[in-house]
């Protein structure tokens, strides 16, 4: 079932309970997502309480006396906040993003609050890593640097064709699945890794992805066992000139590893769409402001790094998504309802 009628299916399953409506305070909302929130949250009999900000000291009032609060993944929730929501009575943080690493949901949830995701269409980000993939591929960075300034000459190398090469994809969830249901299309060859092999693909073991693949694409979780998947060992097992495509998480990539071997050549490229330390870089207008970050800094000065802040999940479709199940999760847990 698609995304959109899940949300349909799990909204009718729950709307009609003459319970009381209850208030959520949704904080970090863009103004189309405060626009979608007023205009679905009534259908849900929720009563929302809507704010730009981000959860902080001076804004923990607006949760006090609710149970349920929604989060945007873009800023970052310390256990001094969890602690300050969980003394103004909350009791369930329902965040808009897939993962939760912008928060400790073991501290969480030591204070009495349960911390839950949710899903959205997996066809934003694997679009995107197709884009990203494609761009690297054929050179785009460059070719754009140069027709900006009307050098209207080929570049120096030949872009390579996807249906000639090998992708390997690390992750397959929903994300990973459908770039894989994508690269069929092409007519590449596509290997796949993951610890539980829950998606029709042709799986390998990593040490074997890494050694064949052309291409390598991250999906998999950021944990304490994927957290630098990707180190200067693993960037020396690659083919030499592979390319890498990382809108996962930026933690499962070493970046001064990444641009050791960008610079080396061991890499051909590389297209990564999330990076470390992104926080307070990523979703911030720094054109008159100095960026600290000094691996971002030299990774957007190479020719063969394309440095897109954390965008692949930003579409309409996906935006809808996440309104729609923010409220489902929400109304779930204030009517004691199990979640599927």
């Not at 911390?115 to 997996?122: F, H, I, K, N, T």
């Not at 995107?128 to 754009?144: D, E, G, N, Q, W």
Request: net charge negative; hydrophobic share 40%; with cysteine.
């Amino acid at each position: 079932m698609g995304s959109k009628s899940a949300s349909r299916s799990s909204a009718a399953s729950i709307r009609e309970s003459p319970d009381a409506r209850p208030v959520v305070a949704f904080y970090g909302c863009d103004v189309d997502e405060a626009a979608l929130l007023r205009e679905k949250a009534p259908y849900f009999g929720i009563t929302p309480v809507i704010t730009a900000a981000a959860v902080s000291e001076s804004t923990i009032e607006l949760a006090g006396g609710h149970r349920c609060i929604s989060v945007s993944h873009r800023s970052r929730i310390t256990d001094a906040h969890l602690a300050a929501l969980s003394r103004a009575g909350v009791e369930y943080i329902s965040t808009r993003s897939i993962g939760h690493n912008h928060l400790d949901i073991d501290y969480a949830r030591s204070v009495g609050i349960t911390v839950e995701g949710v899903a959205y269409s997996p066809d934003s980000v694997a679009d995107f890593t197709l884009m990203l993939m494609l761009m690297s591929l054929r050179h785009a960075k460059s070719i754009v640097r140069r027709t900006e300034v009307h050098d209207y000459r080929l570049h120096d190398s030949r872009g390579r064709e996807l249906r000639d090469l090998t992708v390997g994809v690390v992750g397959t969830g929903r994300i990973g699945t459908a770039v894989i249901d994508r690269l069929r299309g092409f007519g590449c060859r596509v290997i796949a890794f993951d610890q539980r092999q829950k998606s029709p693909a042709d799986y390998v073991t990593l040490d074997d992805l890494l050694r064949r693949s052309d291409v390598v694409t991250l999906h998999t979780p950021l944990d304490a066992t994927t957290r630098h998947l990707l180190d200067a060992g693993r960037f020396e097992q690659m083919k030499p000139g592979a390319y890498l495509i990382n809108t996962g998480r930026g933690g499962l990539v070493d970046t001064h590893a990444l641009i050791a071997a960008l610079e080396s050549g061991r890499l051909g490229g590389a297209a990564v769409d999330v990076l470390e330390e992104e926080d307070g870089v990523f979703y911030a207008d720094h054109r008159n402001r100095p960026i600290e970050n000094e691996a971002l800094m030299r990774l957007q000065q190479l020719p063969n790094a394309i440095v897109t802040p954390h965008t692949a999940y930003f579409t309409d479709h996906a935006l809808n998504d996440t309104v729609v199940n923010s409220l489902v999760n929400c109304l779930r847990f204030e009517r004691g309802l199990q979640h599927d």
